[in-house]
C-alpha cells in the first residue's frame, strides 16, 4: 500500500491521473477522519459514516468490479493481515485499523 503499490495498481487499473488524484484525496479524507476518532472516540458516531463511504469510494476507483461482498472480504483480510494494520495504524494512529473495521462492517449490514 506504499506509493509504487498504489502506482501499480493504478497503472494495471489504467486510472486517469484524475482518478489518480480522486483516490489520493479519498484517502487523506479516510485518513484525517480516522486519525479524529483515534483521538476522539467520541467522534465515530459523527465521522463512521463519512469513514465508510470514503473506504467505499476509495475502493470503487481502483475496483471497477466493487462489491459490497468484496468489500467485507477486504475488510476481513484487514483484521488479520498485520500489513493492513501496520498501513492504517502507522497513517492514522495505533487502533486504526480496528476502528475502520468496525465501521465498515457495521454499515455493511445496514
Known sequence: MNNSLEENMAEKNQLTEEKYHKMKETEADLV????AVVKDPTQEKDLSAAIFKNHQKWLQIIMPNYSTKIHLGIVNAYDNDTRYQSYYDDKA???ATKILSKIVKEHLEK
Open 93 to 95: 494512529g495505533k487502533g
Open 32 to 35: 484525517r477522519d480516522l486519525q
